[in-house]
């Protein structure tokens, strides 16, 4: 059974940073293009950034460029995310998520597992 498990979000005030981590069980991880998606209250689960099989191809949200950083240890079955420069816009219910389409595609639906999400939120 697949399973992934985020961790690390919490409250930090505006300007601070967080690593968010997902540890992934229950598949061959490199196999697949991992990624992180956000979703703030009342509003729709967003991309924030993804990385191919082996990490060497990354792509983010615009309004994330410069800030977060995604990467992959699949050595440990691990996908993290370093986000710097917090702003409170960036408060919310961060997924990791696994998938096999091509790691371009940003769209949700490429996503094949997903994990219960870690809340991140920025104070002003």
């Known amino acids: 059974q697949v399973r992934l498990a985020e961790s690390g979000g919490g409250l930090v005030q505006g300007g601070g940073s967080l690593r968010l981590s997902c540890e992934a069980s229950g598949l061959t991880f490199n196999n697949y293009k991992m990624g992180w998606f956000r979703q703030a209250p009342g509003k729709e689960r967003e991309f924030v950034a993804s990385?191919?099989?082996?990490?060497?191809?990354?792509y983010y949200a615009d309004s994330v460029k410069g800030r977060f950083t995604i990467s992959r240890d699949n050595a440990e079955n691990m996908l993290y995310l370093q986000m710097n420069s917090l702003k409170p816009e960036d408060t919310g219910v961060y997924y990791c998520?696994?998938?096999?389409?091509?790691?371009?595609?940003?769209?949700?639906?490429?996503?094949?597992?997903w994990g219960q999400g870690t809340r991140v939120t920025v104070s002003s």
């Open positions: 998520a696994g998938g096999q389409g091509a790691v371009w595609k940003m769209e949700a639906d490429t996503y094949d597992h």
């Open positions: 990385i191919g099989r082996f990490g060497s191809i990354t």
